[in-house]
């Protein structure tokens, strides 16, 4: 017997393939009648960089630099309005099937894995870049190390050709 899917945890970089791989997410939580959580990692700066940036930073720009996630929640909130609003003007509870959107700073594989056991979510979805050697060496090393430790499904969406052009991303 396969579990219930109540949750589905969208880990997403917010980059061009994230309105793609979001669309899975939606469509698969609908078909699930699941909640979404919304993930993004800011990956954290290292205690030598920090320090160099104060040399050079006032005490309140540190603040700006390091203080993102209030930003970032703010930019993921109004990428889903406008993804609701283009994607599904039909559908007004595009932007309700969201439970929460996190943001957290750290390395991006020990977050999605640590927030998908904290937020109690049943299955990942995340999307992948899948162009040239280096972003899918980085990329794939994050799916690969959230595939090899994680025990519930993970859906990874390749960014296809046609649909590289699309401006609205999540």
């Known amino acids: 017997m396969l579990p219930d899917i109540k949750k589905v945890l969208y880990a997403t970089d917010l980059s061009r393939n994230s309105a793609f791989a979001f669309r899975y997410a939606m469509k698969f939580a609908e078909a699930q009648n699941a909640d979404i959580v ?9 205690p030598n960089t920090r320090a160099l940036l104060s040399l050079y930073l006032a005490e309140s720009e540190l603040v700006n630099v390091f203080d993102g996630k209030l930003d970032v929640t703010e ?13 599904y003007s039909d559908a007004p509870t595009c932007s309700s099937r969201v439970a929460h959107i996190e943001v957290s700073e750290g390395y991006p594989a ?8 904290e937020l109690n979510c049943d299955a990942i979805v995340m999307g992948t870049h899948g162009k040239g050697s280096f972003s899918h060496t980085f990329l794939g090393s994050v799916a690969q190390k959230v595939l090899r430790r994680i025990r519930k499904p993970v859906f ?15």
């Open 38 to 46: 919304i993930l993004h990692v800011l990956e954290g700066i290292s």
């Open 156 to 170: 990874i969406i390749p960014l296809p050709k046609e649909d590289e052009e699309r401006q609205v991303d999540i």
């Open 110 to 117: 020990e977050q999605i894995l640590s927030k998908v056991d």
């Open 75 to 87: 930019e993921i909130k109004n990428r889903l309005n406008t993804f609701c609003d283009q994607e």
